[in-house]
């Protein structure tokens, strides 16, 4: 079946350090499935980060970035200088059918920043 | 302001009884789902709707049921809880572009 592999956490970075948090997908109906990270901030429910369609591309948002590897199979999230306000968990997901919004997630990677 | 609103926030119930775990959508999308999470897993499909009337099985369906009375609500029902649906979890509402808006979450515990 279908499945995402992510950054086992807790991972804690120091303020202002760079931050990568590897995802891997595998997707065995569709060569080349919908990705997404979305992040879960303490107290609030999931919300989209950043989405990308197309192999190749690159997503971003709010200083993160993501780029769509269908070589590597990969989806790795980076930021160049992490905040405090960071702090979340983050989600990498992969969608295959539009019009259903399916989702499948990874198990979620726990971002602590220290100050 | 809050588009997706989940009630309760938490509640404990006892193994045997039943438990209805609900959710509101201002959003007016046709989509909502269902899904738990738990340590060591990611968030996983319960049950989800394409629109009034209309319920559908997820990936883990089994000792839980759903109902869609209407656009904007959606709820989850547990007949006989049981210590392993002790568990978080999440509603989110869609319109089929897989950009999915989740509700804060309600935190279940069973005795």
């Known amino acids: 079946g279908d499945s995402v592999t992510q950054t086992e956490g807790p991972v804690t970075v120091s303020e202002s350090e760079s931050l990568i948090i590897n995802c891997t997908y595998s997707a065995t109906s569709i060569a080349y499935p919908n990705l997404f990270w979305y992040v879960r901030y303490p107290g609030e429910g999931l919300q989209l980060l950043l989405k990308v369609i197309t192999a190749g591309q690159k997503g971003s948002s709010r200083g993160f970035e993501a780029t769509y590897n269908k070589e590597t199979t990969s989806f790795h999230l980076q930021k160049a200088s992490v905040q405090e306000s960071d702090s979340a968990v983050y989600y990498c997901?992969?969608?295959?059918?539009?019009?259903?919004?399916?989702?499948?997630f990874g198990k979620g990677t726990q971002l602590i920043i220290q100050p | 302001e809050a588009a997706v609103t989940q009630s309760p926030r938490n509640k404990v119930a006892v193994t045997g009884g039943k438990v209805t775990l609900s959710c509101n959508q201002t959003?007016?999308?046709?989509?909502m789902y269902w899904y738990r999470q738990d340590t060591g897993h990611g968030l996983r499909l319960i049950h989800y709707s394409y629109g009034a009337g209309s319920t559908e099985k997820g990936d883990i369906p089994d000792g839980y049921k759903a109902s869609r009375p209407s656009q904007e609500n959606f709820s989850l029902i547990l007949e006989l809880a049981t210590p392993s649906q002790t568990s978080v979890y999440f509603c989110?509402?869609?319109?089929?572009?897989?950009?999915?808006?989740f509700g804060s979450g309600t935190r279940l515990t069973v005795l």
């Open positions: 997901a992969l969608g295959l059918t539009e019009g259903a919004d399916r989702l499948t």
């Open positions: 959003n007016n999308h046709n989509n």
């Open positions: 989110a509402s869609g319109e089929g572009r897989q950009t999915l808006y």
